[in-house]
């Protein structure tokens, strides 16, 4: 599904196509303390904070028509990152819809304790 300049891919979708991939990049854009409290196995930590701010430069070495995929708790910040990276030149920037909150009752999150 499309929103603008990025699209979107439920948690289910994410997991199947992280399981098949060999360059993956999931970013979690939840501040520190939300991250290390739970998050994805798979995912990298940039908050979107670090983002606005353009702090986050050197957490972003890829590719920029990669395809990027962008979490947050619901999938309300990973939107506005989304659009920041548009911004930034990157082409593929995807969404997950329900961010980490689907993640967990789709039994895909592991506890950080």
Known sequence: MSEGNFSSITVDELY?????ASRFHLLDV???DEFQEYHATISRSV??????????QDDLRMPKDEAVYLICRSGRRSATACELLHHQG?????????GMEAWIKAGLAHARG
Do not use: I, W, Y
């Open 16 to 20: 199947k196509l992280s399981q098949n």
């Open 30 to 32: 939840r501040e520190d």
């Open 47 to 56: 908050p979107l904070s670090r983002l606005m701010e353009g702090r986050a």
């Open 90 to 98: 990157f082409t593929n920037v995807v969404n997950v819809t329900g």
